[in-house]
């Protein structure tokens, strides 16, 4: 089971446990706006399909534990889980391959809330090298190393064709480049120490497609 370390009181923590909590800010963020001052495991529950004992001990992973009667204080779990999760700090990145998704990541402002500051792009095409999307420039591949050099970026978005990935991935790796947010279906081979996190399109749909199509079978078959 992959797990994560909490640096501060050095818990490790299952990495499903880790899916859960941006689950958790978004609900208890949503109440905190609505000046609830307090909400319960069983309330996040009903709200989240999630068992409460589980997000009892989630919580606790972080030592945040309820009140008697009165559950959780809004306002402290919005900040206890920001802090956990460094959707409170300020991490750069650069998006590799600015096509749709690309475009589109770098002209998402909305990514800056969970401490994601996205400062440049990169690609190969002529017709956009040298272009802005979304106010930020977008260069050339082959500057990408000595850009990195003044930048120390250390994070990058993955969003080349699949076929480019591994050598791109190569290339980013031997610049610095510490995590790869990867958007390519390409199961992409790294150092241990270079922190990779998968999130493929296309396995997402391929899974929507499936329950549909047994949905459907079921439906027919009743």
Request: aromatic share 8%; charged share 20%.
């Amino acid at each position: 089971m992959n797990m994560a370390k909490n640096t501060e009181n050095q818990t490790l923590l299952p990495e499903p446990t880790i899916r859960r909590l941006p689950w958790y800010l978004s609900y208890v963020r949503m109440l905190d706006n609505l000046h609830v001052e307090y909400v319960s495991s069983t309330q996040i529950s009903k709200e989240l399909n999630v068992q409460s004992s589980q997000i009892a001990k989630d919580l606790s992973f972080l030592n945040i534990r309820g009140k008697t009667r009165m559950g959780y204080e809004v306002s402290r779990l919005v900040v206890e889980l920001e802090a956990f999760l460094g959707f409170n700090s300020h991490h750069d990145a650069v998006v590799i391959g600015t096509g749709s998704l690309g475009a589109a990541l770098m002209q998402d402002r909305g990514l800056e809330h969970y401490g994601l500051n996205i400062v440049a792009g990169f690609d190969v095409r002529p017709d956009v090298v040298g272009k802005r999307l979304g106010g930020l420039p977008v260069l050339d591949i082959s500057e990408l190393e000595s850009w990195q050099r003044e930048h120390h970026v250390s994070i990058a978005i993955l969003t080349v064709p699949v076929e480019s990935a591994q050598e791109t991935a190569d290339l980013l790796i031997a610049s610095g480049i510490k995590a790869l947010w990867n958007f390519t279906p390409y199961r992409i081979k790294a150092p241990d120490d270079v922190v990779i996190a998968n999130t493929s399109i296309y396995a997402h749909l391929a899974i929507i497609y499936n329950r549909m199509h047994n949905t459907n079978n079921d439906t027919r078959q009743g």
